[in-house]
């Protein structure tokens, strides 16, 4: 695309990934911010993405003074990425491909083929309206700096790495003594809609990055991995004599309120599991009778570094 200097909005693509935009030209690369008020200056090569009504984009430039202007009538490469959501998670080795060769000194043509060695994941679907309307009160109490832990957490959850990973994360102020500038920022990464795992380096180093951004000039920020605390469930639904013939439904259904409870989307560091919350989720469900857990008698109480997360569970029925 030409991008005259004098414009700085020009480019339009389709709807994109967040942080995927990459423009190139003959003086260099522009890389994407949220907002080119945080520009370092006139030779910032970087770009702000604005969304449109119908999930396009636009991308802003710089004027001179806020970010490097685009040279006059020159040729720029927009090179960006779309994905759709969990369903772009691939697993190890899907990608088979033969690239077009070359020849090597000797004359001969080289082979090769490209595989993923790792499977993809992270895959995150479009938010929700109930999650917008859950977290964008916090998106934008933060007003584009971190200055509290809330502040540190809603940025943090936020990241996406450039390979598309989002995860969970808690801020923690070492509020003790010489230490009152110091912030652990614990994560984990999405492996699944109901896993979550280690964070590996790139994502951490990609953060941190992230996060130096907008964290206040006094402030030492440090990645530390959260921790999860797994569980096995046995529980026991009772269903009504008369609706025993939709008795493997009822339970087909009870299975996926118990998944619905334990989503990574609803549960945050700390959160606790308590067993009266997990019955009335159940028993929303008109055709239950009633919902017991088998296995634990007190609720969960995790450490502030923990996430409680569902590895197996058992559900029986019973006709009452």
């Known amino acids: 695309s030409n991008i005259p200097s004098q414009q700085t909005i020009y480019v339009s693509t389709p709807s994109v990934i967040e942080g995927s935009v990459v423009v190139s030209g003959i003086d260099g690369i522009f890389n994407e911010i949220d907002s080119l008020f945080f520009a ?28 490097r202007a685009p040279l006059p009538a020159s040729e720029y490469k927009v090179l960006f990425r779309h994905g759709g959501g969990v369903r772009g998670d ?15 000194p000797s004359g001969e043509a080289a082979k090769m083929i490209a595989t993923n060695n790792a499977a993809g994941t992270g895959g995150f679907n479009a938010e929700t309206p109930d999650l917008a309307k859950r977290f964008g009160p916090q998106w934008f109490a933060t007003q584009y700096r971190a200055v509290t832990g809330e502040d540190y957490t809603t ?96 339970q087909g259904r009870v299975s996926s309120r ?23 989720h159940v028993l929303e469900d008109s055709a239950v009778r009633f919902f017991k857990v088998e296995n634990y008698s007190n609720d969960i109480y995790p450490q502030f570094n ?15």
Not at 93 to 100: G, M, Q, V
Not at 306 to 320: A, G, R, S, T, Y
């Open 90 to 104: 691939i697993p190890k080795e899907h990608i088979n491909a033969t690239i077009p060769s070359t020849k090597l």
């Open 155 to 250: 940025f943090a959850t936020r990241y996406i790495s450039d390979q598309g990973q989002v995860g969970k994360a808690l801020a923690m102020l070492r509020d003790n003594g010489g230490a009152g500038n110091m912030i652990d920022i614990y994560t984990l990464t999405r492996a699944s809609d109901n896993q979550l795992e280690r964070a590996n380096f790139s994502f951490k180093e990609g953060m941190l990055s992230y996060l130096n951004k907008y964290k206040m000039l006094t402030d030492e920020l440090t990645i530390v991995d959260g921790l999860v605390r797994t569980l096995d469930l046995v529980a026991t639904v009772f269903v009504d004599r008369d609706r025993q013939l939709n008795s493997q439904d009822i």
């Open 306 to 320: 923990e996430i409680v997360q569902l590895n197996n569970f058992e559900l029986n029925l019973q006709v009452v």
């Open 40 to 67: 370092s200056g006139g030779e910032d090569m970087v770009f702000e993405k604005r969304y449109r009504d119908d999930y396009s984009v636009d991308l802003y430039f710089g004027d001179g003074l806020r970010g």
């Open 258 to 280: 118990i998944q619905e409870f334990f989503d990574i989307v609803n549960i945050d560091f700390g959160t606790p599991i308590k067993w009266a919350d997990l019955t009335n």
